[in-house]
């Protein structure tokens, strides 16, 4: 499923625990057996494609082990087409866009995983790397250590730029890896999420996985769906919520991993690890999962989707602001 910008926000949620298995109650859906035709559909679509882990912790000692042996690689090399005519007019890579409250999408991931104990971190760079690298410098501003993976001569995709970084030791082979892209921003996430996907992944390995996939539960579509039998249309649904599994732009991999890499990516051509990665890692059982609610996760790749992080910005600097007026 094409990943598509998630749809309103919400600050509901299960506080503290893994979300292992996202709730359909989340997304205005019906108990099975209840309402319409396709909302009976999609819920058992959901309940046939989307069978979740249980929920797992991390200890606090062994979130900080995993995260003393990780780098956080961030995919900022893109030419973001859809936002050119802004980033152009300020001559910036989008994820280095200042956003209202002045800050960037890559300072607000980074920010995500220093709170949780994470301090290497390393730019997968490209299309106008330079003002990737004056918006943040080497990371001593945020406290933490950046480094810079730059891309050959051409753009090589998340794949070859990965294998870049461990060819030029960007991104050592003994370390886990997790690659977040920017853009995916992760927000009123209730609890660490952070903490909540190494859980997850650490759980997968002792199932022999060597990689897990952050998921949202499905997405709402931008258009109107409708039920037809017969030619005849028996039911309407404005942007029905579809509930198929839909990467989030976020992944962690064991070090394992790595001779795929170096097995299925080149530097001569422009290639996602989605898209030749994980249909390996599937047919060996090997790519594991973790669900997130689709409200936690917006993704930034359109006008329409930056004023949503835009709005999204103004309402916490206002509960930041209405928490500090409290007794």
């Known amino acids: 499923m ?13 506080s503290g625990a893994v979300r292992g298995r996202a709730r ?9 057996g209840e309402g319409p035709v396709l ?6 679509l959901r309940a046939a494609i989307c069978d979740t882990s249980e929920t797992v912790h991390v200890a606090a000692p062994d979130l900080q082990r995993f995260a003393a042996n990780c780098v956080v690689a961030l995919p900022v090399g893109g030419q973001g087409s859809r936002l050119q005519a802004i980033t152009e007019r300020f001559g910036v890579q989008k994820n280095a866009l200042r ?6 999408m890559l300072a607000r991931t980074i920010r995500m995983y220093r709170d949780a104990g994470f301090r290497e971190f390393v730019a997968l760079v490209y ?14 501003s945020l406290g933490v250590r950046l480094s810079y993976s730059h891309d050959p001569a051409i753009p090589v995709g998340r794949g070859g730029a990965i294998r870049n970084a461990l060819d030029n030791g960007a991104i050592p082979s003994d370390r886990y890896l997790i690659v977040h892209n920017p853009d995916d921003v992760i927000a009123r996430y209730p609890g660490s999420f952070p903490a909540d996907i190494v859980a997850a992944h650490l759980a997968g390995e002792q199932r022999g996985m060597v990689a ?14 409708m039920r037809i039998s017969g030619g005849v249309v028996e039911e309407v649904s404005p942007y029905p919520f579809v509930p198929v599994p839909a990467h ?7 070090p394992a991993v790595y001779a795929y890499f170096r097995a299925l990516f080149d530097l001569t051509r422009k290639v996602d690890f989605e898209g030749v990665l994980f249909p390996q890692l599937s047919a060996e059982r090997k790519l594991f999962a973790f669900v997130i609610p689709s409200q936690y996760w917006l993704q930034v790749n359109d006008p329409k989707s930056l004023d949503k992080l835009a709005e999204l910005i103004r309402e916490e600097q206002e509960l930041s602001s209405s928490s500090d007026e409290l007794p």
């Not at 330079?130 to 990371?139: F, I, R």
């Open 39 to 44: 909302e009976r559909a999609l819920d058992d």
């Open 2 to 14: 094409t990943r598509q910008s998630a749809g309103a926000w919400d600050n509901r949620g299960e």
């Open 99 to 104: 956003l209202p409250d002045g800050d960037t």
């Open 24 to 32: 359909q109650t989340a997304h205005g859906g019906r108990e099975a």
């Open 212 to 225: 897990t996939a952050v998921m949202v539960d499905g997405a709402r579509v931008p258009y109107t769906g």
């Open 248 to 254: 989030t732009g976020v992944t962690l991999f064991s």
């Open 127 to 140: 299309h106008l790397a330079d003002s990737v690298v004056q918006a943040l410098g080497d990371g001593a």
